[in-house]
Structures are given as C-alpha cells and as structure tokens.
C-alpha cells in the first residue's frame, strides 16, 4: 500500500523556521509529485506549493515565495518542506499529499498531518 | 487565480437522504477539478477526480458532474459514514485552489 508518513508535531516562535518531513512508501517514489497542503485551526485547505521528486523542480504558492522551500532525499524516500519566518497564522496541520497520477492532478493519497504551532 | 464556491455552507439531512453539493469556478477548468470529503481529525480523502471519475475505493453512491465551471457532487442514499466536510479543488493551472467546503450533517 502507498503510504506517506510525517513528522511530529511542533511548537516554535515567532521568527523561528519549521523543517517537515513526509516519508513516502508503497510507490516508485521519483514518479509522483508531492504537494503541501495547510489547514488553520476550524478553516479550509490551502496548497502551498508541490514538488518533483525527479527532477527537483518546484511549484510554490505566490504568497509563500521567499518563505517556503521543498526538498526531497531520494535515497531515504523523503520529501522535506521548510517555512521560515513563522508568524502566528502559521499556526496549522500541514499535509503531504501525492499526485494521484502524472502531470496535473488530484492528490491522492495523504499523509496523517503534521501540527505546526506558532507560539510566544 | 481561480476562486473557487462552494454552495450550500451546510447541508442537514437525514441517513438515507440524498446530498447534492455544487462548485463554481470563477473561469473555466474544463474537468480538471476533485472532490475531497474530510472528516474531523483525519486527512482529507480523494472522492472523485477529472469532475466524474471515482477514486479507487470510493462506493458507487458517490458522483461527480459538471465541466467549465459548474460541478456537482452528489450522494446517493447518505450512510452515517458520510457527514464530513466535502471540498472542492482545481488542478489544471498553477495555483492549485479548494473551495470553502460544505459540511453535511446529520438532521
């Protein structure tokens, strides 16, 4: 079975960074895109930018630019998403989330969540 | 960037009932759109991608219709199992973009 499997939970300060990462398994890994998804306490899903496993290209949300950068480690099957310059309404569960299929498309499988908490 | 408008907010309904969720996209995205059903404390779950298509795994009473910018999700015959929240997405152009969700609760 496909899984993708993220780090723990975190607790950080205003101006700090937060380094997540999603384990992936089950799949060829270097095939698939990954993407970050985030969700604020009691609000909605926002995408915050994807990644190629094959080559390294990226794809980052235009308000994050400058923020946030993804990165992966193919020998341990590994995507990594960094966001640095946390501020409080960083405060959210961040997803991974697999391209379902090739090129453009749905996200299919999900990683359990990771909690980032902005906190002074 | 692509705004995407979920309708109604909630839906309550009964075990039984059909649900019928509706997105709006402010231009078009041909049938590059999914639904996700969340549930609290979990992940969201893939439901139906390219407007209609199931995803593997999803049972029959769940469909998807609609192309340009009008799409429905509709729920045959609701179980327990299904109240959640239900988004939208949008895949075919950069940004990716969900809908604000519609929560289906149990009347």
């Known amino acids: 079975q496909i899984h993708l499997v993220q780090s723990g939970n975190e607790v950080k300060k205003p101006g700090a960074s937060v380094k997540v990462s999603c384990k992936a398994s089950?799949?060829?890994?270097?095939?698939?895109?990954i993407n970050w998804v985030r969700q604020a306490p009691g609000e909605g899903l926002e995408w915050m930018g994807w990644?190629?496993?094959?080559?390294?290209?990226?794809n980052y949300a235009q308000n994050l630019q400058g923020r946030v950068t993804m990165t992966t480690d193919t020998s341990t099957s590994t995507v990594f998403m960094e966001l640095k310059s946390l501020r409080f309404d960083d405060t959210a569960v961040y997803y991974c989330?697999?391209?379902?299929?090739?090129?453009?498309?749905?996200?299919?499988?999900w990683g359990q969540g990771t909690l980032v908490t902005v906190s002074s | 960037e692509i705004v995407l408008t979920q309708s109604p907010g909630t839906l309550s309904l009964s075990p039984g009932e059909r649900a019928t969720l509706s997105c709006r996209a402010s231009?078009?995205?041909?049938?590059?759109l999914a639904w996700y059903q969340q549930k609290p404390g979990q992940a969201p779950r893939l439901l139906i991608y390219?407007?209609?298509t199931r995803a593997t795994g999803i049972p029959d009473r769940f469909s998807g219709g609609g192309s340009g910018t009008d799409f429905t999700l509709t729920i045959n015959r609701l179980e327990p199992e299904d109240f959640a929240v239900f988004y939208c997405q949008h895949y075919g152009t950069s940004p990716l973009t969900f809908g604000g969700g519609t929560k289906v609760e149990i009347k």
């Open positions: 989330a697999r391209d379902y299929y090739g090129g453009n498309s749905a996200l299919g499988y």
């Open positions: 390219y407007a209609s």
């Open positions: 990644i190629s496993p094959y080559n390294d290209n990226t």
């Open positions: 231009q078009s995205v041909s049938s590059n």
């Open positions: 089950g799949y060829t890994f270097n095939i698939y895109g």
